[in-house]
């Protein structure tokens, strides 16, 4: 069996990898390749390596870097004609695969396109459900809403379970570091660039306020290592940078400022008092606030149906607010067990209905 993965980010590239593990435990012959990042690589040197290149935020980025994705995406093509996979597993990264999965389905008719992770497009471009299920022949779902939304247009789906829900564990003040704030600004460069020194400013004002508070943050490859620790020794801010250590920042910190996106379900999970950040260019967040029609950028509000965490978002999130923010979350005791109790909930709501595990649910779809 040969499976063709492709993955474009940092999160996607940890959870094909999980999952492909696991599918190759049921089918030890399993052959890998496509695109992906470090972890898919280490399962088969016929993946490459192209997260760093293809982790882009915004509008903006996308359009800046038009020609790149252009010649990727005929290359990708080329090498699944090449390569003559039995199957395409796509993992999130919507912009980039859905287009793809559009362009195989006439191009190679026999071909199984499966779909890991489903693009959040009900909380943009529902209109978008019905072409799916035109273009692809499973899709796996991780949030349990969304099996009926896409059953709705004829498209088979199952609901796996979040990944992270069933590996992590919600842990308590008595396990982590209680002077110890994570820094998480994201795993893309332009995150990093844009969100990093607003962190950094914060914990300048929460040190001069609570003196003993410690900081790291993690770093989602060597050259964003190098980056942020340029930046905090520009700032004049001591905080460790670590390498690909998001998840022991999580299950060790005290409270965190994380930037939205899936590290944030992440942090509920691990029971992080956080709070979500979100910064973007003007224009990628005029075209956000266009087109988004839920309520809440953060996936543990929307599956609380509330605010359990709070959001800084572009303007809102300045130095002055994300530290008082901080002080809060680290001082206060009530509120980070408030918080964990509504992170039980979330954690139980992904869990409860999932009927079969994602590893066995390809393996269904490949049979």
């Not at 996607?12 to 496509?34: N, Q």
């Not at 300045?318 to 992170?343: G, I, K, Q």
């Amino acid at each position: 069996m040969h499976l063709f993965v492709l993955a474009g980010e940092p999160s996607g590239d940890t959870h094909a990898a999980e999952l492909l593990a696991d599918l190759r435990d049921l089918v030890p012959d399993l052959r890998i390749s496509g695109l992906g990042g470090p972890k898919l690589r280490a399962l088969s040197p016929d993946v490459e390596d192209w997260t760093h290149d293809a982790a882009v935020v915004g509008l903006w980025d996308v359009l800046r870097r038009y020609g790149y994705f252009r010649r990727k995406f005929r290359a990708t093509l080329d090498l699944i004609d090449r390569v003559n996979p039995d199957a395409v597993l796509f993992v999130d990264y919507p912009g980039f695969n859905l287009r793809l999965a559009k362009a195989l389905q006439p191009r190679r008719p026999g071909l199984k396109l499966l779909y890991y992770i489903s693009p959040q497009v009900w909380a943009w471009n529902r209109s978008r459900i019905p072409r799916m299920a035109r273009w692809l022949d499973r899709m796996f779902c991780i949030f349990p809403f969304e099996k009926e939304l896409y059953e709705k247009s004829g498209l088979h789906t199952d609901f796996v379970g979040h990944p992270m829900a069933t590996r992590l564990e919600i842990l308590g003040d008595e396990q982590r570091q209680s002077d110890l704030l994570a820094l998480l600004p994201g795993s893309r460069e332009r995150e990093v660039r844009k969100i990093f020194p607003t962190l950094l400013a914060a914990a300048k004002i929460v040190l001069a306020r609570r003196p003993q508070t410690v900081f790291a943050a993690a770093a989602a490859s060597e050259q964003l290592q190098q980056l942020m620790r340029g930046m905090a020794a520009h700032a004049g801010v001591g905080c460790e940078i670590g390498l690909r250590n998001a998840r022991d920042l999580m299950q060790t910190a005290a409270a965190g400022l994380v930037a939205s996106g899936t590290a944030t379900l992440e942090a509920t999970l691990c029971g992080l008092p956080y709070a979500l950040v979100y910064q973007v260019s003007p224009l990628t967040y005029l075209a956000g606030r266009a087109v988004i029609k839920v309520p809440h950028l953060g996936m543990a509000n929307l599956l609380a149906g509330k605010e359990i965490v709070r959001e800084f978002i572009q303007n809102d999130a300045t130095p002055s607010r994300l530290a008082a923010e901080s002080l809060r979350l680290l001082e206060d005791a009530a509120c980070r067990a408030s918080l964990r109790e509504e992170f039980h909930r979330v954690r139980q709501n992904l869990l409860a209905p999932a009927t079969i595990s994602p590893a066995r649910a390809v393996l269904g779809a490949l049979s």
